[in-house]
């Protein structure tokens, strides 16, 4: 593959990628590390955090998708049909649990009468009433989701860096920063 | 002679009678509520006791002879969470098995115009007394009425909340004690039912 001639995706959409992979990387060990905590205050501002990393990752959706109607991907780099499928399945999950597993976040936080209060600063509105039943079935859907999402961008994570080891093709060089020719 | 006696008869339990529809003595426990409010995170926080025991004699034309005493059950707290329930029972927060419970006694009460008052007195809880203050309306409603009103504590002032949860950056210092208290007049035993 020729490096001169890759082209690469938008600066705004590999910013936006690189940004959610982060938030989900810091997000997703805290949340399991803050939920077996004992309560103490420790535990009360990691939820916290966890909260507003997860409500960024929310909020960084929609210039997402903006970007992407703006400046489509660039055309997909040859590769057996089976695997352009695969790939493009794996991300539209992606996108559905990137919105689903910060909404049900968000979802259990109400329910749970824990409203939230991004970065301390501004109060999100309750998506629903409070209700103890509601909000452990919703900490079962935000764990389950939250899995589902692990377990993709593992699978992810694994088929950018098998393009780029074993296939040594631009796969993953689209995706980070350079000069596009 | 017979018929004067008979209407100052009725007129001794029309007098009896009024005097007892004004003064609300009877706590209706069952249509009253003791909850609060504070600060968890920035975010604001509510729970309620689900035991209390209230006591007062009111009669709005004669707020200054008025008095009320509460007793709360710290057991019976109700902070959305067993885990908070569990927490809040503890050495570091309530203790609530050296102290179980809390209470308010009245010291003097005033008007503050117009369905307005102001209850003074003293809030112990933890083994340490503080006086307060708070402000409340009095909604009549025929022999019956209701007491709305919220008392502005600090937590720390009564050691609520020790060691780690002493940093009020988390658990706001300030919290509020909202009480909604229903209370008819004592059943005039004299006065004949009509
Ligand atoms: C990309 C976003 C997010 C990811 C990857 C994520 C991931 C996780 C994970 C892995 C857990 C631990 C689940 C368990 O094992 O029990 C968790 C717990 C939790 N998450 Fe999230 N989360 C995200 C967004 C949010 C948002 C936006 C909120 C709320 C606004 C939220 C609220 C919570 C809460 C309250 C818990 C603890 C549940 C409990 O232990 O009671 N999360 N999250």
């Not at chain 1, 810091?26 to 004992?38: E, N, Q, R, S, T």
């Not at chain 2, 308010?104 to 933890?126: P, Q």
């Amino acid at each position: 593959m020729n490096t001169q001639s890759l082209s690469r995706y938008s600066g705004a959409a590999i910013l936006i990628h690189w940004l959610t992979a982060l938030l989900i990387f810091v997000a997703f060990p805290l949340g399991k590390y803050m939920h077996d905590l004992p309560l103490s205050p420790q535990k009360l501002e990691l939820f916290s955090y966890h909260k507003w990393l997860g409500i960024t990752v929310l909020l960084l959706f929609l210039p997402r998708l903006l970007v992407r109607i703006a400046k489509p991907p660039p055309t997909a780099l040859p590769a057996p049909a089976w695997q352009h499928r695969a790939a493009s399945v794996t991300h539209a999950l992606l996108y559905l649990l990137i919105l689903l597993v910060p909404l049900s976040g968000w979802l259990m936080s109400s329910a749970k009468g824990v409203s939230v209060v991004y970065l301390s600063l501004v109060p999100l509105p309750d998506l629903v009433d409070k209700n103890k039943e509601l909000g452990s079935l919703l900490k079962e859907f935000h764990e389950a989701l939250s899995t589902g999402l692990f377990v993709l961008v593992a699978l992810h994570l694994a088929a950018a860096i098998k393009h780029h080891v074993i296939d040594k093709d631009g796969t993953l060089r689209r995706m980070l920063p350079g000069r596009n020719t | 002679m017979k018929s004067l006696s008979r209407w100052f008869l009725y007129g001794l339990i029309w007098v009896s009678s009024v005097a007892n529809s004004a003064e609300l003595s009877q706590v209706q426990h069952d249509k009253s509520s003791v909850s609060f409010g504070y600060k968890q995170m920035g975010v604001a926080m509510d729970g309620k006791f689900r035991k209390f025991v209230a006591k007062l004699n009111f009669d709005p034309s004669k707020p200054a002879a008025a008095n009320a005493q509460i007793d709360i059950d710290l057991a019976s707290i109700d902070t959305g969470t067993s885990e908070g329930d569990e927490e809040v029972a503890g050495k570091q927060w309530f203790n609530s098995k050296a102290f179980p419970s809390a209470k308010f006694v009245s010291t003097s009460v005033k008007s503050l115009g117009a369905d307005r008052f102001e209850v003074a007195g003293k809030l112990s809880i933890k083994g340490k007394s503080v006086d307060a203050i708070a402000p409340f309306t009095f909604k009549p409603q025929g022999n019956v009425g209701a007491f709305d009103g919220t008392l502005l504590i600090k937590r720390l002032d009564f050691a609520i909340g020790e060691g780690p949860w002493a940093d009020v950056s988390t658990v706001a210092n300030e919290v509020q004690i909202k009480f909604h208290i229903v209370a008819n007049a004592a059943p005039a035993a004299a006065a004949p039912k009509k």
